[in-house]
């Protein structure tokens, strides 16, 4: 079976005297049909990978594939194939909803009615608006008319570059819904997130950071992977907690979780119960009464961390 994405060794460089390194060797594949997340925070080189990937920009060495062909010499026919949505809202925002989308299809020689059965679940939720412009869109809104835009030539590999950025719970959690439902139609879709909770909604994910991947597979996997007990602080002064942190000599990670603080004991073969009690008379020494630490099951975001290493403080 063809890879759907084939990432060898790219990396890519800007600026002159003083050069950037958005990616330093990445290499990835992505299988047809699959639903892949990369996850990690701004700035580690997701946004430079989509856009290499959608034939907008050359990388300096490497090379990659999409759909077989090669995103430098076969660039004109992989841009009919591909559907791609940006970060940053790229519609026209004084032009209506039906404008905008009729205006996409268009350049890609179809049109809004031709192509209703592979946009309708979205559109659906747009038409009651269809007059209004784009500017005066809701987030979530102007997210959905984004994938209507991107979806209506029937792509057959979709890029999302942080869809949900900027959006609320409720529309985050619809828009993942949506792309459930491609994936179930056969749509590849290769999405890139910030927001580390939203790695178990793909079947495979990528943590990349300053340009280097630091794992691939499956969510539950990459949680797994987390090496060492895994301690969840409850404090009512999280903030001055985590300074307190700072001075603790047995501290190797600590950082917000939530409400909590998620904790790593530099003695990582220490029983557990050891790290929490020693843990929790250091803070009590410090005046923090009523201090809980229990131990807690990792996430795909402590394995990044963790990966990261050092400690996340206050500031």
Not at 136 to 159: D, T, Y
Not at 289 to 294: E, K, L, N, P
Request: hydrophobic share 40%; net charge neutral.
């Amino acid at each position: 079976m063809t890879d759907a994405v084939l990432v060898e060794n790219v990396v890519k460089r800007f600026g002159g005297a003083s050069t950037t390194v958005a990616l330093a060797g990445v290499s990835v594949s992505i299988r047809p049909g699959e639903l892949f997340g990369f996850i990690g925070p701004d700035g580690a080189g997701k946004t430079t990978l989509f856009r290499i990937l959608t034939t907008l920009l050359l990388p300096d060495e490497g090379r990659a594939h999409v759909l077989g062909e090669d995103v430098v010499g076969g660039l004109w026919s992989l841009r009919t194939r591909i559907g791609y949505m940006p970060g940053r809202f790229s519609l026209y925002p004084d032009l209506s909803v039906e404008e905008n989308l009729r205006f996409f299809a268009s350049v890609f020689g179809t049109t809004i009615a031709a192509e209703h059965d592979r946009i309708a679940p979205i559109y659906g939720q747009l038409e009651p608006f269809k007059e209004r412009r784009a500017g005066a869109l809701s987030g979530g809104m102007k997210q959905k008319l984004a994938l209507c835009c991107a979806l209506v030539h029937r792509p057959e590999i979709l890029f999302l570059d942080e869809p949900t950025t900027g959006v609320d719970a409720v529309s985050r959690r619809e828009f993942w819904d949506l792309l459930a439902d491609l994936k179930s139609g056969g749509l590849t879709a290769v999405v890139s997130t910030p927001y580390m909770d939203e790695a178990d909604r793909c079947d495979r994910i990528a943590l990349i950071q300053q340009g280097r991947l630091l794992a691939i597979d499956t969510p539950s996997v990459v949680a797994r992977s987390f090496d060492r007990p895994l301690l969840s602080v409850r404090a009512a002064r999280r903030h001055d907690v985590l300074r307190a942190l700072r001075e603790y000599p047995q501290t190797n990670t600590a950082y917000p979780f939530g409400e909590s603080i998620h904790f790593t004991d530099k003695r990582a073969g220490l029983p557990v119960a050891t790290q929490q009690n020693d843990l929790r008379d250091f803070l009590q020494g410090r005046g923090f009464a009523g201090v809980g630490v229990d131990q807690t099951a990792p996430t795909v975001e402590d394995s990044f961390m963790a990966r990261m290493g050092g400690s996340e403080n206050a500031s």
